[in-house]
């Protein structure tokens, strides 16, 4: 259940305009930040209207990145100094 409303909250994130880049937060410590939409890929559906897998990749400039949305702790929205400062 978890997992359906994180990946709920990613997708309202991403349909947002004008697009305010996010942070993935995960329970190992690391900050995925999504910059821009394209930059985060996963199945937000399974067949027969499951939620599909929990799996997400993240490709970004140097990042390339691959986890899953049962480690996610929490999605935060950035302002621009976070995103510059690499936050």
Not at 52 to 80: C, K, N, Q, W
Request: no cysteine.
């Amino acid at each position: 259940m978890r997992v359906d409303i994180i990946k709920s909250e990613v997708q309202r994130l991403l349909r947002q305009v004008p697009f305010q880049e996010f942070a993935l937060n995960l329970e190992n410590g690391d900050r995925v930040i999504i910059e821009h939409p394209e930059n985060i890929a996963f199945d937000p559906v399974g067949k027969n209207g499951s939620s599909g897998s929990p799996e997400f990749h993240v490709i970004s400039s140097s990042l390339r990145y691959v986890s899953s949305f049962e480690a996610v702790t929490s999605v935060a929205m950035l302002d621009r100094g976070d995103a510059r400062n690499g936050a």
